[in-house]
């Protein structure tokens, strides 16, 4: 189904892009530079990772982030997508690579939400 572009959508499709790394909602909310309420926010972000767009990330503290992740291929998010927090700074990002786990006989992963937990390259420098 064909979904209408209203300014919503592209502010916060721009804003995630620019960004470059996951967003909060809350954080997407004090950035944006249109009107816009917190439900809408909440709907158009679900509507991106519907989509394809965006994806979901949980945080260990069951906090929901969205990201536009130019490294990883359009359909791939779920497929041994980890994430990295930072500590320090609480930035969230996509791990660059692949993170191979092997899963005990008779077990089938249909999708993965990992957020490992750490101090990032930019902040232990």
């Known amino acids: 189904?064909?979904?209408r572009n209203t300014p919503s959508k592209k502010a916060v499709l721009d804003l995630l892009v620019t960004a470059g790394k996951a967003m909060s909602r809350d954080a997407i909310e004090q950035?944006?530079?249109v009107d816009i309420d917190r439900a809408t926010i909440y709907r158009?972000?679900?509507?991106?990772c519907e989509d394809g767009l965006a994806h979901k990330i949980v945080a260990e503290d069951g906090k929901q982030y969205f990201a536009v992740c130019m490294k990883c291929d359009e359909h791939s998010f779920t497929d041994n997508h980890f994430h990295f927090r930072c500590t320090n700074c609480q930035t969230i990002e996509c791990l660059p690579e692949a993170v191979h786990f092997p899963v005990p006989n008779g077990y089938n992963v249909?999708?993965?939400n990992c957020v490992l937990t750490g101090i990032c390259r930019d902040c232990s420098i």
Do not use: G, P
């Not at 158009?44 to 991106?48: E, G, M």
């Open 1 to 3: 189904m064909k979904r």
């Open 31 to 33: 950035k944006i530079d």
């Open 44 to 48: 158009v972000l679900n509507r991106f």
């Open 110 to 112: 249909e999708s993965v």
